[in-house]
């Protein structure tokens, strides 16, 4: 294998880390907001415990 072979698989690799990166990213983006949305949640029913609303009907 010559250097331009390898400077293009190396190549190659890094492309194929910077697309894997970017989609991790976009998952944990979207892993915090369904965090943040049952902590909200959470909070809610926290709140409606502690005025005695936490029976369902």
């Not at 983006?29 to 943040?36: E, H, M, T």
Request: hydrophobic letters at 40%; proline letters at 2%; charged letters at 35%.
């Amino acid at each position: 294998m010559d250097y331009a072979e390898r400077l293009a698989g190396l190549r190659a690799l890094i492309a194929g880390s910077k697309a894997a990166a970017e989609r991790a990213k976009h998952d944990l983006a979207d892993s915090l907001a369904r965090i943040g949305e049952a902590e909200r949640l959470i909070g809610e029913i926290e709140e409606l415990q502690s005025k005695g609303l936490d029976h369902t009907p």
